[in-house]
C-alpha cells in the first residue's frame, strides 16, 4: 500500500519553491523594468539584489508554513507525482524567463 | 581577504553539489538499502548549509566589492561577463538556494518504502547539480572578463 507517504511539510514548501521560483523571475523583470521599484529595493536595504533575496526568502518560508496549514497530515502518490512536475515545470519557467530576458529582452 | 572570500564562496557552492550528487547516488539504492536513509538526511543537510555559506559569502562579496570589477569588465573587451552572465547568475542562484534548502524537507520523509517519496528526492538532488554546475560556469566566465578586461588596460 502506498498512500500517505510524504509529510504535509514536503507538499508545502515543494509548492512554495515552485511558486517562489517563478516570483523571483517576475521580479527581476519588473525591477530590470521599474527603475522606479529598483531605486526602491535599494533604498530598503542599501542594495536591491538583498531586498530581492530577502523578498524571495520570506515569501519561501511564510508560503511553505500558510500552505500547511490547509494540508492533511500527508500527501499519497499522486500528489507526490503532481508536485515534482509542479516544481520541475517552476524552475524551468523561472530559469527560461530570467536567461530570456537577459539575453532579449534587457 | 576578499580573495579569500570569493575562493570560500566557490568552495562550498561545490560542496552543495557533490552532496547532492551524494544524495542522488544514496537515494538511487535507498529502495535497497534501508540503512542509507539516515547517511541520506545527514548529506541533505550538508548540501543545504553548504549552499547557504555559499549564498551569503558570495552575497557579501557581490554586494560589497564587485562594483570595482564590474567597472573593470565593463571598460573590456567582454562586457557581457557582466551584463549576461553576472545578471543571471545572481538570480538564477536564488532558485539553487531554495532547492538546496527544500532537499533536506524532501530527504525527511520514509525513502526504503516509498518510491514517489524516492522519486521527489531524485529531482530535486538531480537539479541541484545541473543549476549548481551553470552557475559555476557563469563564475568562471565572470572572472575571464575581468582577467581580459584587466589584459587590455594600457599599462
Keep these: 500500500m502506498e498512500n500517505k507517504i510524504v509529510s504535509k511539510y514536503t ?5 512554495s519553491l515552485a511558486i517562489c521560483s517563478v516570483v523571483n523571475a517576475l521580479l527581476v523583470i519588473a525591477k530590470e523594468k521599474s527603475p522606479a521599484l529598483q531605486t526602491a529595493m535599494n533604498k530598503m536595504t542599501g542594495h536591491h539584489w538583498i531586498t530581492h533575496s530577502a523578498v524571495i526568502i520570506v515569501l519561501f518560508l511564510a508560503l511553505g508554513f500558510l500552505l500547511a496549514q490547509g494540508k492533511g497530515d500527508q500527501g499519497d502518490s499522486a500528489a507526490v507525482n503532481r508536485l515534482i512536475k509542479f516544481i520541475t515545470a517552476g524552475i524551468l519557467l523561472s530559469g527560461a524567463l530570467i536567461i530570456g530576458f537577459y539575453l532579449i529582452a534587457d | 581577504m576578499n580573495e579569500i572570500l570569493l575562493m570560500a ?7 552543495c553539489i557533490l552532496a547532492s550528487v551524494w544524495v542522488f547516488v544514496d537515494a538511487l539504492n535507498a529502495g535497497a538499502n534501508p540503512a542509507s536513509a539516515g547517511r541520506i538526511k545527514i548529506i541533505s543537510l550538508a548540501a543545504a548549509a553548504a549552499m547557504w555559506l555559499a549564498f551569503v559569502m558570495g552575497g557579501y562579496w557581490y554586494v560589497v566589492f564587485y562594483a570595482a570589477d564590474k567597472a573593470v569588465i565593463l571598460k573590456g573587451p567582454w562586457p557581457f561577463a557582466h551584463s549576461y552572465f553576472m545578471e543571471t547568475k545572481e538570480h538564477l542562484v536564488v532558485m539553487l538556494l531554495l532547492l538546496a534548502t527544500y532537499l533536506p524537507i524532501a530527504a525527511s520523509n520514509n525513502l526504503a518504502g516509498n518510491p514517489a517519496a524516492r522519486r521527489l528526492v531524485l ?8 543549476l549548481g554546475l551553470m552557475i559555476e560556469g557563469h563564475g568562471a566566465v565572470i572572472a575571464m572578463g575581468v582577467k581580459v578586461g584587466l589584459l587590455a588596460q594600457p599599462h
Excluded: N, Q
Excluded at chain 2, 564562496?9 to 560542496?15: A, L, S
Design chain 2, 123 to 130: 529531482w530535486v538532488a538531480a537539479m541541484i547539480p545541473l
Design chain 2, 9 to 15: 564562496h566557490v568552495f562550498f557552492g561545490v560542496t
Design chain 1, 11 to 15: 507538499l508545502s514548501f515543494g509548492l
